[in-house]
């Protein structure tokens, strides 16, 4: 299983990026996939999440109104639209994948995870 991770940036308080994540497995349509940060100096922390069906999301409470999971099983593609970005936005975000169906915020449960693709927000 592998993922890869594309479309971070540099982007000004306010704008907008889409980060998509490809998987290359034999059984995608089953994984929950998620999405993780990590900015300098802190712990790796949940953005979000979606079910291997994509009908059930689950976002982390700093996100919820700004950001969107979603997925194309046909091309093995999630996405994630970050809307209104912040500075304390700033991170490596990551994407995972948990051979469960579920989604969860907790980072121990995913078995596979993306490389990063960096985002920095400017104020």
């Known amino acids: 299983v592998q993922l890869q991770a594309s479309g971070g940036g540099l982007v000004m308080a306010g704008g907008s990026l889409r980060l998509s994540c490809t998987l290359t497995?034999?059984?995608?349509?089953?994984?929950?996939m998620g999405w993780f940060r990590q900015a300098p100096g802190k712990e790796r922390e949940f953005v979000s999440a979606?079910?291997?069906?994509?009908?059930?999301?689950i976002h982390a409470d700093a996100v919820k109104g700004r950001f969107t999971i979603s997925r194309d099983a046909g091309k093995n593609t999630v996405h994630l639209q970050m809307n209104n970005l912040k500075p304390e936005d700033t991170a490596v975000y990551y994407c995972?994948?948990?051979?469960?169906?579920?989604?969860?915020?907790?980072?121990?449960?995913?078995?596979?995870w993306g490389q990063g693709t960096e985002v920095t927000v400017s104020s």
């Open positions: 995972a994948a948990d051979r469960t169906t579920v989604p969860t915020a907790y980072a121990d449960n995913y078995d596979f």
């Open positions: 497995a034999p059984t995608f349509s089953t994984y929950a």
């Open positions: 979606i079910r291997y069906t994509g009908r059930t999301t």
